[in-house]
């Protein structure tokens, strides 16, 4: 099957509009009868699901949490960015295009990010309708500020909880809909599989999480938004409960999956404190608005940070990077840290950390503050007072976190920090209508490989999700099922389904057979262990083949040896457990050999052998210059190339110094 | 801070579903690392118990951020264990000593039924949502975000009382067993905005209808739920909620 994107025809800034004018409509009275099953309910699935329960489509929404609300966009932090240009810095859709082409080193598609950055204002709109409370200026008027890999101030916010209130708000119009009748709610269900119809996604296998029975539901389409897979490395700062499975099933039934080796390191989270570790915590990426990033300058240096003097400290990123200093994108500033502890200038017990420090700019804003007052000097304790409660205001509940979870104060102590998985940009591979390999079957949000290229820049995965959910699906899905209004609603005693059901039901059977010794706890921690070594901030050769070896045997050993408690029609968490790392498992093979084909550094994808003099990443346009799409096939993965064309944006060396 | 081991002595409530009786187990566990989170502790025994071919303890957890409102555990008779506005996913085990012994239950409450172990059902949440807590407007009606100032000290007071997770542990504190603080903070959060004008009266005497249906006790002011709030929502709301109330009762044309 060759790959067709379906980007429209026309110059850059009238592909969407034109599209939207052309698109086929479907009309209420059809819209009733056609149903759509919605997996997932962050950002991309509930303002999807209530867009089209809106619409009047009947829709099914699933999520494995007991409710819509927990799913894991709630737990992003920073912002949002939209290109609203309300601070007068010369913002525009071509800018906020412009640069998340760039920060994802020239890896993504023009035409989907080009309509990313000319919805993103409406984003901001419906949100505000909606109620969600961002932070606000005296004036009333909304306040922004800057993020990584930008040098305008285009990101909206809730203090550190920008996540939670824009879920809350999508939750919200996800309730209303399920209220009015037009969508009906599945928590505590897992999808375990896609039901393939002649060719085309007509529904999916649930399992009840409380009772552990198998369902099945029809739908006219299947959208799953069902994020990411960070936690193929065990530790990352996504949930305990994030998994790849939908997707993964998808994959297997003949979803191609797009870049799956590009994953993104964040650079600022709590580091590793001991074995017992469960997952980690991040710092968001608007503390470096604030915050300055250093080490040492002298190798092993066992100082406490406030008895190392000025002359003494390394502000690494300001130093290597002047124009954009501490805001360099992610997978600039998780390199330069691993860097400078590779190098055994580490701080902390580890010594896998780095310094974050707000000392400056607890000084910088009590100067400010005293000004307000109309003083010009004041002794240091009241500067620090103020600077302070300016500090608390931005970034209050981030650094009680950080206290909670450390037991330091960040006000007196500066933060250590070091880089973590957290976000994915691969994933499922869709055309310009967020449309899968299968007919049918979309996919929104995380789940797909869209828009963020090799690097995600910070504040725009919110825009992603609900750019999809609320902007892109409405208009794109009516497409696909203008022409499904004669198919009728598919009974689900149909021989697919119960097929579909039988595979699922002897899986499950099989793993809970097993009866081994280790738990899946225990697989999945080694499986993270190889990822994070051998495909994580750096890869090479020999690490991903010795990688692909290791997964194999630990794969072998998985079905062999795993021991599940407990009964299947009960609820019971580590067969739920159980199945996601089996599919993680398999995904990490699929991660390492994408790695291993892609012989360029680009993004947070670094190959080591690819480097500047310098050690900054060294793109292949002349070869890599493509988007990989995998195909499932018996006898192994089969490699497709969508090659990116760009019309408008001449990739270069991505320079941000 | 320094760190240390220690070794404690759980007793958790045990149930395998709503129908059966629950109890108490109790588990020894030896080498906790006050640097581990409570949900951790956890983790290592149940680890333990799989290895012996035991029952693990079912719990709810998701983002183990303090975030996302799932984790759920009434420890030694308070929501959420010892730390004032905190999570118990965030509870450290710095919080305990050695030789302690710490009661776990779930959130008790008629309106949150036991699943299993210490996971319960609170979808009676969802469906007080469902009444009324969200702002009529179809995707894409929205006029520009900032044609719509709003004072700062509204949209701050909104914000504090936005930042509730749902989590329940208003509901497992109070004596009574009330929802008022979850419903107070919707209520407050939409009404303090101007967006939230035009369903104002209708939305809060909905939200109260169900909350009353799904079987949540009265406020008789006792403000445990302030206290063991993970985010500090105040019961200031809750009297904001009752003027609400009382106005929307006494004015709303469509119910007259």
Redesign the interface.
Known sequence: MSLDSKIPEGDLEVKWRDYKSHVKLVNPSNKRKLEVIVVGTGLAGA?AA??LG?LGYKVKAFCF????????S??AQGGINAA?N?QNDGDSVFRLFYDTVKGGDYRSREANVYRLAEVSA?I???????????????????SNRSFGGTQVQRTFY??G?T???LL?GA???L??Q??LGNVK?Y?RHEMLDVVMIDGKARGIIARDL?TGELERYFGHSVLLCTGGYANVFYLSTN???CNVTASWKAHKKGAYFGNPCFTQIHPTCIPV??D????L??MSESLRNDGRIWVPKKQGDNRKPTDIPETERDYYLERRYPAFGNLVPRDVASRASKERCDEGYGVGTTKMAVYLDFTDAIKRYGMIELGKQGLETADDKTIEKLGKAVITEKYGNLF??YE??T??NPYEIPMRIYPAAHYTMGGLWVDYELMTTIPGLYCLGEANFSDHGANRLGASALMQGLADG??VI?YTLGNYLADEIRTATIPTTHPAFEDTENAVRIRIEKLMNIKG?E?V??FHKRLGKIMWDKCGMARNEKGLQSAIEELRALRTEFWSNV?I??EIN??N??LDKAGRVADFIELGELMCMDALDRKESCGGHFREEMQTEEGEAKRDDANYSYVSAWEYAEGGEKLHKEELAFDVVKPTQRSYK | ?EHYNMDLTLKVWKQ??SKTKGRFETYEVKGI?S???F??MF??LN?R???E????I?F???????????CSMYVNGRAHGP?E??TVC?L?M?AFKSGETIVVEPWRSAAFPV??DL?V???A??RI???G??????????????T?????YR??E??FA??C??CGACVAACPNGSAMLFVSAKVS??AL?P??EPERKTRVLNMVAQMDKEGFGNCSNVYACEAECPKGVSVANIARMNREYLSAGLSDEASI
Request: net charge negative.
């Open positions: 303002s209530a867009a809106e949490q007991d409710s819509p609300r927990r799913a894991h709630i737990s609203k309300y409406s901001i709109d419906q949100c505000v309708a909606q109620g969600v409370p961002f932070a606000r200026e005296y004036g009333g008027l909304l809730a203090a909880q996540g939670q209130q809350l939750y919200s119009a309730e209303r399920v209220a709610m928590s409380i949930a305990m409960g404190s001991g017992h570790q469960s997952k915590t991040l009680e976190m909670k979870i037991s330091e609320y902007f409405p010794s738990s706890e225990s021991r408690p407990g009960e609820m968490p580590e | 801070m395998n579903n690392s640097e581990m989170s949900l951790e983790d290592v680890e118990l799989i290895s071919d035991k029952d693990p079912a709810d957890h998701d983002c183990r951020e303090g975030i996302c409102g799932m730390w506005k905190n965030q450290h710095r699943i299993k996971v059902d609170r979808d949440f969802d949502i469902q009444a807590g969200y702002i009529s407007v179809n995707t894409g009606n929205a006029v520009d975000a900032n719509l100032p709003i004072e700062k949209a701050d909104s914000f936005a930042s997770i749902g959060q939409l905005l967006q939230g």
